[in-house]
């Protein structure tokens, strides 16, 4: 009876076509170009959450790629031992698996190329 079409559905995947979410990254990748950011001064900057911003930093590795640049990222630093992390994830570990001190810079952003 019914061809079995179902419903269109809405892609709500990759293709956004927010405006606000298009400049925001755009505004991120340029900061990221003119100088190296670390995730929560960028964060404060932007008044964003950890996951959106970390959100946008998955998507604009992927854009800036596309252009032959590179989001670089240098991981963070235990600022109590300097213990040095060797996870390249966005966002900033919770406590130094070293000394278990929970002040730790970074991780640095930035775009090259
Ligand atoms: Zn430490």
Redesign the pocket.
Known sequence: MNPGVGTPGFDHGMSMTSQTGRTRRQEIVERLRDSEWAFDELRHELGLTVRVLEEDLRHIDRSVRATGSRLEIRPAR??????GFKSTAFHPPG???????R??AGPWLRVRG
């Open positions: 235990c600022e109590a031992c300097d213990f406590r130094c698996p070293s000394c278990r001190d002040r730790i």
